[in-house]
């Protein structure tokens, strides 16, 4: 069975600083992906970063840049600068072996200090 | 990115009554949809997958007879609450991965549904 492990349930970092979240997976597939999604407060889900586990360079979306170790199975996303508008729950996900799926991490709450 | 709407964003009911949750892919065809459930705090449980032109599928503990899914067309699915009881009450959110790139879902901004 695929599961995802946040090990984190709530991280704080102070406003311009830099935070960085875990995420570890287990998956039997050769091919697969993974996410980082936030969900605000308003509750819309917001896709992050997504990463191709075929590629070895890690992916990269302006602030956001994740650290993927396929073999240590590790996706964890770094948030530099962090703004006020970051806070929210961060949840990591991977594609699941059937129908494109998802499987969930139960979530890192992230609060940004001003 | 992708657009996914989803109505009502809010509905309060009564109890034995049924509710109907739409979800629409607004600039992208999508064959097939997720539906999820969330609690307070809690991550994303997924409820069953619509596929368009054929039966849902449901995941393990999900009463079929209870969560009604219809994917009508390439850009809608439906989700309905029949004989609604204060327990059905949650977050709903469905989400879809476009047919152009299937691995990557996108989602409607959830329907908050409260049972009296």
């Known amino acids: 069975a695929q599961t995802v492990t946040q090990s984190q349930p709530e991280m704080s970092v102070q406003e311009a600083e830099t935070v960085t979240l875990s995420c570890t997976y287990d998956?039997?597939?050769?091919?697969?992906?993974l996410f980082w999604y936030k969900q605000p407060p308003s509750r819309q889900m917001i896709l992050v970063i997504r990463?191709?586990?075929?590629k070895q360079q890690n992916a990269t979306e302006n602030r956001f840049s994740v650290n993927f170790q396929k073999a240590a199975k590790s996706f964890s996303l770094k948030i530099s600068d962090s703004q006020l508008g970051d806070a929210a729950m961060y949840f990591c996900?991977?594609?699941?072996?059937?129908?494109?799926?998802?499987?969930w991490g139960a979530g890192t709450k992230l609060i940004i200090k001003p | 990115g992708a657009v996914v709407s989803q109505h009502p964003s809010r509905v309060i009911c009564k109890s034995g009554t049924s509710v109907k949750i739409e979800c629409r892919s607004l600039?992208?065809?999508?064959?097939?949809m997720f539906w999820y459930r969330q609690f307070p705090k809690q991550s994303l449980m997924l409820m069953a997958t619509?596929?368009?032109?054929?039966?849902?599928?449901?995941e393990q503990g999900v009463e079929k007879d209870k969560f009604l899914i219809n994917h009508a067309s390439l850009t809608l699915s439906t989700l309905t609450v029949t004989s609604a009881h204060p327990e059905d009450s949650s977050f709903y959110i469905c989400?879809?991965?476009?047919?152009?790139?299937?691995?990557?879902?996108?989602f409607g901004p959830g329907t908050r549904l409260l049972v009296l």
């Open positions: 989400s879809a991965p476009p047919s152009r790139d299937q691995e990557t879902q996108y």
């Open positions: 600039d992208f065809q999508a064959t097939t």
């Open positions: 619509s596929n368009e032109g054929s039966k849902a599928t449901y």
């Open positions: 998956t039997s597939e050769s091919d697969y992906y």
């Open positions: 990463q191709e586990a075929y």
């Open positions: 996900a991977v594609s699941g072996d059937s129908n494109y799926q998802l499987i």
